[in-house]
């Protein structure tokens, strides 16, 4: 697969069957439908999804707000990663941000989430701190990781 061949739209109901099917999957508390609607109709948020061969393949959605980007959500369909999806969506918020006049995004990763911090860091996010017991089942720290745009 070539990211070329990934149909970016903008996440809406349609989406949402998929991409909760997608999220529980990859999570142990997944967001619920209602997390998913109120970013989708949130002006200050960006929600896509990557589409390939008319499927949903991953999602992100960001929020942005006083120059400021926070990175809220970011999964790969399980069949589909390591194939540059994550990177291709994280790339296209980050400009989209930019033009958003965002001078810095955030975003917050489980610490044991080695494949997840490894990717944001080949993005040049950077760890600044922790939030303790952020997570739960299991319960476990953030890891706290900023941009300079
Ligand atoms: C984390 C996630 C979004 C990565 O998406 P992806 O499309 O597979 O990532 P990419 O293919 O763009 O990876 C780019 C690079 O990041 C690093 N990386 C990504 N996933 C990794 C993993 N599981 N282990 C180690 N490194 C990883 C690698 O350096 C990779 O490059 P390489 O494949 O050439 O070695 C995806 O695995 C996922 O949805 N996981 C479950 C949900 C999740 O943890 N989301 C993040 C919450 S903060």
Redesign the pocket.
Known sequence: MAVEELVIEQMGSRHLDEVLAIERK??STPWSVLSFKNEIYNPYSIALVAMLGGAVA?YIIASYRLGEGHIL????HPG?????????LLDLVMDMLRQRQCTVIY????AS????R??YE?LGFREVGRRKFYYADPFEDAVLMTLDL
Do not use: D, F, M, P
């Open positions: 990859s999570y991953g959500n970011v999964t790969v589909h990663t390591r194939k540059k999806i994550g990177t291709y975003l917050e990763v489980r989430n080695l494949g997840a490894r990717l080949r």
